[in-house]
């Protein structure tokens, strides 16, 4: 397990949280480690990631929608998920090669420190950004 993710597991040990499936990749050249769990919104479990690696970065990854992008949603989802980009800064949205609509945000993690306080509070703001948006795009979606 790579320096940063082992800072992040003790971080979560200290604090009691047992959320987390941890999940090595083995044979990693970025000796990438995954810390899976979910988050609850409106009812759906949004599969959410950690990802620590070798790099200067953590990447807090949550899956917003499977399969989302259609034949005819594409420009509609497009012109929504580019709108909601403009307007927030702590993450972006994207489309990933199988179309699912993914939310991702990208700390900072110099050295081998995890700022495991700062990856709590960006749960909070992910939260309540989904909290609040979750339904206008899910319509843009179906």
């Known amino acids: 397990m790579n320096k940063?993710?082992?800072?992040?597991?003790?971080?979560?040990?200290?604090?009691?949280?047992?959320a987390f499936a941890v999940e090595e990749i083995p044979e990693d050249p970025q000796h990438t480690v995954l810390f899976r769990s979910h988050l609850l919104i409106e009812g759906q479990?949004?599969?959410l990631l950690v990802l620590l690696d070798d790099s200067a970065f953590a990447v807090l990854r949550v899956q917003v929608s499977p399969k989302a992008l259609t034949e005819e949603n594409t420009v509609a989802l497009h012109q929504l998920v580019n709108e909601e980009n403009?307007?927030?800064?702590?993450?972006k949205?994207?489309?990933d090669?199988?179309?699912?609509l993914i939310l991702d945000s990208c700390l900072l993690a110099v050295e081998?420190?995890?700022p495991g306080d700062q990856i709590y509070n960006m749960f909070d703001v992910i939260i309540r950004y989904l909290n609040e948006s979750y339904r206008a795009i899910m319509k843009a979606i179906w």
């Open 112 to 114: 081998d420190e995890v």
């Open 97 to 100: 090669k199988a179309g699912d």
């Open 86 to 91: 403009m307007k927030y800064k702590p993450f």
């Open 93 to 95: 949205l994207y489309f």
């Open 45 to 47: 479990q949004l599969p």
């Open 4 to 18: 940063k993710a082992e800072a992040f597991a003790k971080y979560l040990e200290e604090k009691d949280t047992k």
